[in-house]
């Protein structure tokens, strides 16, 4: 007679969750909305002197100004505002979110499932 017992075991690793991860993906995040918010206020002719329209114009300028130039600006005028449709704003928002995808790409731990199969065999070398 012949016995044999076989024996699995499966362990699961699974990702932890990471506190810097997710502060580095609301910097980003907050950095394209800021960037978003200045791409509509353009478009829309906001007020310069405004203080808010001011603020996240001054936030987004370092982002915005290493791109200027590449493309140049489409204005128009109406008869209170003039919009302008600014190529720089929409490649910094288009870099910016490539930048965070890598750096949350390289951040991301890996998970993985681990098997381990054991096989033991006996043998009943008893004879009836």
């Known amino acids: 007679m012949e016995q044999m ?7 699961n690793t699974k990702q932890e969750s990471n506190i ?8 980003f995040g907050v950095i ?8 509509v206020f ?3 002719g906001a007020n310069p002197t405004n203080g808010f329209v001011q603020g996240i114009y001054n936030i987004t300028q370092p982002f915005v100004g290493i791109f200027e130039g590449i493309f140049s600006r489409v204005t128009t005028s109406g008869a209170e505002t003039t919009a302008v449709f600014e190529p720089a704003t929409l490649i910094a928002m288009v870099v910016v979110a490539l930048i ?4 949350l790409k390289l951040m991301t731990p890996r998970s993985s499932t681990r098997v381990e199969r054991t096989e ?3 043998q009943d070398n008893q004879k009836k």
């Open 42 to 44: 353009k478009l829309l």
């Open 32 to 39: 394209e909305i800021l960037l978003a918010f200045r791409l």
């Open 120 to 122: 033991y065999t006996e």
């Open 20 to 27: 810097v991860q997710r502060i580095i993906g609301v910097i």
């Open 5 to 11: 017992t076989r024996q699995t075991e499966t362990r």
């Open 100 to 103: 965070a995808w890598i750096v």
